[in-house]
């Protein structure tokens, strides 16, 4: 089965739905995302749909409500988890301050923008 987020205006995706292989040509990512995008049109789909991997095989991650296609890296990137952090350069959101490696567990305080032990 073939995977395809649906993308809003801003990127954002708004649903995955599940394309039969057989309605995505039967072969691979790349050759299988046009022909599924095809098929979607033709159902009246007729909005920008992107091709996921529910294996991460594709695309850095599984695309899930909420994410944000990043076509200029053609990637599928988390939500930012706190105001705080930044986009490195793998795609990756990242704590102002790294998680000690040591003690913990820890989560992270967005007021003290530090990890506190839990």
């Known amino acids: 089965m073939a995977h395809f987020a649906q993308l809003d205006n ?3 995706v708004q649903t995955v739905i599940v394309v039969a292989n057989d309605d995505c040509g039967g072969g691979d ?3 299988s995302e046009p022909v599924g995008q095809t098929f979607l049109a033709s159902l009246g ?3 920008v749909w992107r091709q996921t991997s ?3 095989n594709i695309r ?3 695309a899930g409500i909420g994410y944000t296609y990043n076509a200029d890296a053609d990637v599928f990137v988390t939500p930012r988890p706190y105001p705080s952090w930044t986009l ?10 790294p998680m000690p490696s040591t ?3 820890y989560k992270w305080s967005e007021e003290d923008l530090a990890w506190v032990a839990v």
Do not use: E, L, R, V
Not at 88 to 97: A, E, G, K
């Open 54 to 56: 529910y294996n991460n």
């Open 29 to 31: 990512y790349p050759a």
């Open 88 to 97: 490195d350069s793998n795609h990756d959101w990242q704590p102002p301050t």
């Open 10 to 12: 801003n990127n954002i």
């Open 45 to 47: 789909f007729t909005s």
């Open 60 to 62: 850095k991650q599984y």
């Open 103 to 105: 003690g913990g567990p």
